[in-house]
């Protein structure tokens, strides 16, 4: 049974920083693309960033880059980190753990398969 779940959002101002977790279980990071995915209200979702341990390849969005940094616990393989820094009013959203079970990045949310319940993230200016 694959399960996702993520926390640590919360109100920061701009500027500041936060770490997203996402508490995985059911699947093994080899096998899956893990991505954090965001949603802004009366927005579409938008893939903030995606990796993948198989091609070893890694992506972020074009708004993100340079300023978070998604990592992955390589001792238990049980969680995934997103390290938001130098954080905006604009990534003011809810954030989504998944998982895509090929491996392969995509910055497509519908091709995610697995999804955590999401975490609000809110950044004050």
């Known amino acids: 049974d694959v399960q996702l779940q993520a926390s640590g959002g919360g109100l920061v101002q701009a500027g500041g920083s936060l770490r997203l977790s996402c508490a995985v279980s059911?699947?093994?990071?080899?096998?899956?693309?893990m991505s954090w995915i965001r949603q802004v209200p009366g927005k579409e979702r938008e893939v903030v960033s995606c990796?993948?341990?198989?091609?070893?390849?890694?992506?972020y969005a074009d708004s993100v880059k340079g300023r978070f940094t998604i990592s992955s616990d390589s001792n238990t393989e049980n969680e995934v980190f997103l390290h938001m820094n130098s954080l905006k009013p604009e990534d003011t959203a809810v954030y989504y753990c998944?998982?895509?079970?090929?491996?392969?990045?995509?910055?497509?949310?519908?091709?995610?398969?697995?999804w955590g319940q999401g975490t609000l993230v809110t950044v004050s200016s």
């Open positions: 998944a998982a895509r079970p090929d491996g392969i990045i995509t910055t497509n949310p519908a091709e995610f398969e697995y």
């Open positions: 059911g699947i093994t990071f080899d096998d899956y693309a």
């Open positions: 990796t993948s341990k198989s091609d070893g390849s890694t992506y």
